[in-house]
């Protein structure tokens, strides 16, 4: 650039002579304007002249040619004028020198920001979090077993997945995966150079966008980004994630989460699932023909599943196949002869809860697990967790095949339930509450509130027992009788009577005008005590009909307090609540929580709870519980519902009456020292009659009792007979007991000898006592409007049970026990 001095105004004066200055000199003098420094056109611009091939340089002093008199000088004037002074030549000569700054500049910046961006990557590089592949949770599949522990009852998830270790996947399978996906995995950087450059083109030019391709790069996108978006930004991340990966973690690591995370159609999520789905066998199973037809699922599980493409899904089989030949993981024999294996047929979804019995069994063990072990629902439902049940297979299969067969034509509208449990453990050993399963809507009848009739005085015989009133004390069972907290008389079922019974023989002969009245003797508060007491009833109910939530339990649920009425089963229990409570009786006196999770394990078989069953607590006196079952050994035989071969049982029938004409429950519970069992049937309103196919009425001992006696004779065939209790350990009497009734005058000699029979501590259906029978007879007469087509006119109102005979509304049969 010209200095100051040099493009000052002032010109040379005309015809003045001046030393030029020594050529390619500058003064470094001071001095004002001018002095010591060539003027304009001196040194300086002739070098340069000459330099850029121009003309030759001029006289001191003269003018240049064509220049007009007066002209300022070159250099002379504003910044820009020597460049104009130039002509075209001096104009290309500035444009260069600007073009060179430019890239001067350009280059300058273009390496900044390089450096900048390789510090950028570099940072973001150190910074990427890259999760343990270990630490990645993945939603999986929990299985819930029977007691066996092998057979399923049901699969739970969002997704079915069960991971497993790579040691646990057949290597046929993982090579075929291999072949089809990634044949460099083990050589590879964890990318694919070519593929992210081709994404990146595409993304910039709006082309096709690009999935990653390497197995490292597709568990990042499936495993840790956790989604399907395929832009710019995705992928670089996708590509930091993936190196980082495959530094830190071993190739095994890798695949082994892969091959669990990846998608294989039909809702199989992972190798272990797909396996199952696909062949019905486990990942270690498979092979290297199925490991392939699963390998060519991953592209495109929609179109190359068998059963929906089967040509293209076994054009690409080959491919893998061929593939497989050439890395050497197959041999050329191997492949020629392949063939294609079977695919099992598309099935429904597995998962979930299930809709039929199984569901109300799963619920339980729901509730279970969260509200007694601390698992909350996201860990039960997709924990991968495997749940060992108390169920036996085998009873619950006898249970369910007791109520098909015995409800095999009656009417629809009936329910039932059926709960067994070991009474040495508490565990349930079989639970059916219908077989509408868990859906919305659903009635788990085993927990429904229902009137348990008859079936209660067991509890009331407990009560009297503590008080000191033994099983052989008297008491009046005559009927109809009135109490002083009734307004309605009490009567019995089927017009039975006893003046005076022991109380053995009023509970065999479920005796209500007996029980009503012993529970009015020994305080029905009492019978409510050790009622809760054997099987666990809360004193508040906190589940179940919104009608009694927060009312006493074993109460009148419109004004919470408990009456006599409860001796004759007018509060509500439930089936579950029965099977416990006999249960209690069964184990001396002590009392066990019913249970259904036994044992929880990982997916990898690491034992996470087993649980046996608390110790129990002696609720119950022992001497008590021996003597309430002593007194129940013959209510089976009495009720014609004898095991096989005389097995010893303990037992109570109950049927809640509904009106004088009706029944709306009927019940039979039962145990032995190994087993307590439980049966309900009603309707879903329990306003509502209870009658079989034949329109007859519905007793405990009919067909309540038939799947009782089903049920436990399946279940007990082949197993050692266990001993009852033979004698009553509590004797004496301290409450207000009947004399016994007098015997009967002997014969006149001349007169043939007619004794009575002598009332024995179980007797067999007593005739009626009362010679003048009531013209109004008991609410349960023969309600059969078609009697057998040759009805004996003169009908005993008492027969002894004919053992082959219909055990539902006839009258006068001891087993018609209660109207409540």
């Excluded at 010591?36 to 121009?54: Q, V």
Aim: charged share 20%; proline share 10%; net charge negative.
């Amino acid at each position: 650039m010209p200095s100051h001095d040099e493009t000052s105004p002032v010109a040379p004066r005309a015809g003045s002579v001046r030393r030029p200055p020594p050529a390619r000199t500058r003064s470094t003098g001071g001095g004002g304007r001018g002095s010591g420094r060539p003027a304009a056109g001196g040194g300086r611009a002739r070098t340069t002249a000459a330099r850029s091939g121009g003309t030759p340089p001029r006289p001191p002093g003269s003018r240049p040619a064509g220049a007009a008199a007066g002209a300022k000088p070159r250099g002379s004037g504003t910044k820009g004028s020597a460049a104009k002074a130039g002509g075209p030549k001096g104009t290309a000569r500035s444009k260069k020198q600007k073009r060179r700054r430019r890239l001067k500049i350009a280059g300058g910046l273009m390496a900044g920001m390089l450096v900048l961006l390789g510090v950028f990557v570099g940072v973001v590089y150190a910074s990427t979090e890259v999760p343990s592949p270990d630490s990645i949770t993945t939603a999986q599949t929990t299985v819930i077993y029977y007691s066996d522990g092998t057979t399923e009852m049901a699969r739970l998830g969002d997704e079915n997945r069960t991971n497993v270790a790579l040691d646990q996947i057949a290597e046929p399978a993982q090579n075929a995966v291999l072949a089809a996906e990634n044949r460099s995995f083990y050589s590879d950087p964890g990318i694919s150079v070519p593929a992210i450059i081709r994404a990146t083109w595409n993304n910039l030019t709006g082309g096709a966008t690009q999935g990653g391709s390497t197995i490292t790069q597709q568990y990042v996108k499936n495993a840790i980004l956790q989604n399907s978006e395929q832009t710019f930004s995705r992928k670089f991340q996708e590509l930091f994630l993936s190196i980082k990966l495959d530094n830190n973690y071993t190739k095994q690591q890798i695949l082994e989460n892969y091959l669990n995370t990846i998608y294989y159609g039909r809702g199989a999520y992972g190798i272990e699932a797909a396996a199952n789905t696909y062949f019905g066998v486990s990942a270690a199973q498979l092979t290297a023909q199925q490991g392939a037809v699963l390998a060519v699922l991953i592209r495109s599980p929609s179109r190359y599943d068998p059963e929906v493409s089967p040509e293209d899904a076994q054009d690409r089989w080959g491919r893998v196949l061929d593939a497989m030949v050439e890395e050497g993981w197959l041999t050329s024999q191997e492949r020629a002869a392949s063939v294609y294996p079977a695919v099992l047929p598309k099935a429904g979804s597995s998962l979930g809860i299930p809709t039929d019995y199984k569901g109300l069994i799963v619920n339980r063990v729901l509730a279970e697990m969260e509200g007694k072990h601390g698992y909350d629902e996201q860990q039960v439902r997709a924990g991968g967790l495997r749940i060992t049940t108390t169920v036996d297979p085998g009873m619950q299969n006898a249970a369910v095949t007791a109520v098909a067969e015995v409800m095999d034509g009656e009417p629809e509208g009936l329910r039932e339930a059926i709960v067994a449990v070991d009474p040495r453990t508490g565990a349930v050993k079989a639970y059916y509450g219908g077989d509408v399963g868990a859906g919305e809507g659903a009635i788990d009848y085993a927990r429904a509130q229902r009137q348990p009739g008859s079936s209660v005085k067991p509890y009331v015989l407990a009560a009297a027992l503590e008080q000191g009133i033994s099983v052989t004390a008297r008491r009046d069972g005559s009927s109809p009788q009135e109490f002083p907290d009734r307004d309605a008389p009490v009567r019995n079922s089927g017009g039975a009577s006893c003046g005076s019974c022991t109380l053995q023989e009023a509970i065999t002969r479920s005796l209500n005008t007996t029980f009503y009245g012993l529970a009015y003797e020994v305080g029905p508060d009492k019978v409510a005590d050790v009622a809760r007491r054997a099987s666990g009833l809360p004193d508040v109910w906190e589940e179940g009909s919104p009608l009694l939530l927060g009312v006493p339990t074993l109460a009148n649920p419109e004004t919470g307090t408990i009456g006599s009425s409860i001796g004759i089963g007018e509060y509500e229990m439930r089936t579950i609540d029965q099977a416990h409570g006999f249960a209690t009786f069964a184990a001396g006196g002590v009392e066990r929580d019913p249970y259904f999770v036994a044992k929880v394990a990982d997916n990898a078989g690491a034992v996470l709870l087993e649980y046996a069953g608390d110790p129990g607590e002696q609720v119950i006196d022992a001497d008590v519980a021996n003597d309430v079952t002593y007194a129940l050994k013959d209510v089976a035989s009495y009720s014609r519902r004898a095991l096989d071969g005389g097995r010893e049982v303990a037992s109570k029938t109950g049927t809640q009456g509904l009106n004088a004409e009706e029944n709306s429950d009927a019940w039979m519970v039962g145990y032995t020292p190994s087993l307590s069992t439980a049966v309900w049937m009603g309707n879903d309103n329990p306003n509502d009659p209870i009658r079989n196919a034949r329109e007859q009425i519905i007793y405990g001992s009919g067909l309540p009792g038939a799947i009782w006696q089903e049920f436990m004779n399946t279940v007990l065939a082949g197993t050692p007979e266990e001993e009852l209790p033979s004698e009553p350990l509590i004797e004496g009497d301290t409450g207000e007991g009947v004399p016994e009734p007098e015997p009967e005058p002997e014969p006149e000699p001349d007169v043939p000898a007619t004794t009575a029979p002598t009332p024995s501590t179980v007797p067999s259906p007593a005739p009626n006592p009362d010679p003048n029978p009531n013209p109004n007879p008991d609410p349960n007469p023969n309600p059969d409007p078609n009697p057998n087509p040759n009805p004996n006119p003169n009908p005993n109102p008492n027969p002894d049970p004919d053992p082959d005979a219909p055990q539902e509304g006839v009258p006068g049969l001891p087993e018609e026990d209660g109207d409540g």
